[in-house]
C-alpha cells in the first residue's frame, strides 16, 4: 500500500464497496459518526468503542515553548488535545499483520 494517511473519502468509498449502500448514504454515515464522536468531548472527558479503543480528552495548560530555529520564546495556549489507547484486542490484531510477512 503506497498511501500513507486515509482521508474520508477513503473510509466513504470502503464502506460503499463492502456494505453497497449509496456513495451520498455512506458519506453521511461517515460525517454521522465523526459528529457523534465529537459531540461526546462536550460532556464528557472519553470516548471508549468496546473493541477498539478509548480517546481521552485532555486539558494542557499554557506554556513558553522555543522557536527551535531562532530560539525565540513564544507563548503556547492552553487547549484540549486528544489522545487515543487502542484496546489490547485491536493492538493484537494490529500486531497479527506483522506476523504474516
Not at 500500500?1 to 461517515?30: A, P, R, W
Request: net charge positive; with cysteine; hydrophobic share 35%.
Amino acid at each position: 500500500m503506497s498511501k500513507t494517511n486515509i482521508v474520508k473519502k477513503d473510509l466513504v468509498e470502503k464502506i460503499y464497496n463492502e456494505v453497497g449502500f449509496s456513495k451520498i448514504i455512506c458519506e453521511n454515515l461517515v460525517n454521522d459518526i465523526l459528529k457523534l464522536l465529537i459531540s461526546y468531548f462536550k460532556d464528557y472527558k472519553y470516548v471508549k468503542i468496546k473493541n477498539f479503543g478509548t480517546f481521552y480528552k485532555k486539558y494542557k495548560k499554557e506554556r513558553i515553548g522555543r522557536n527551535p530555529k531562532t530560539k525565540e520564546p513564544k507563548i503556547i495556549s492552553s487547549r484540549n488535545v486528544i489522545t487515543f489507547k487502542p484496546s489490547k484486542l485491536f493492538l493484537n490484531k494490529i500486531n497479527s499483520f506483522n506476523e504474516k510477512k
